[in-house]
């Protein structure tokens, strides 16, 4: 997605996004990548079931499942603009991701002035 801005002002509204998504941030190339990790993806349903039944079997469940990973890659379209490209693994991944963009173009946005307003 494009927006209007450039890629440092961008960059820590995105730290600020996927910290508040709970995941931990792994790798920051500054004004360029991100690379974070949140929780293993498992149902908690089956989780349960296992730890009631066969313990062994959930430990062995919960540490085979994948962390969720989430890559974001900012890059400069033009003199003012940026573009920003976000990648996850997860099924919530969605959910973050449309988090994160609805929090970069509320940021977008230009603020009416005190004029504007008052008419």
Known sequence: MNFERTPEDIFVDLQQGIVSAK??????????TIISEGGRDYNPILLVILILFLWPGAIIYYFTRERSSLSVFVTKHNEMGSTVTINSNEKDGDKIIKYIFENLQKHEQKPKTDKEKNS
């Open 23 to 32: 995941h931990k941030i792994k790798t920051i190339t500054p004004n360029q």
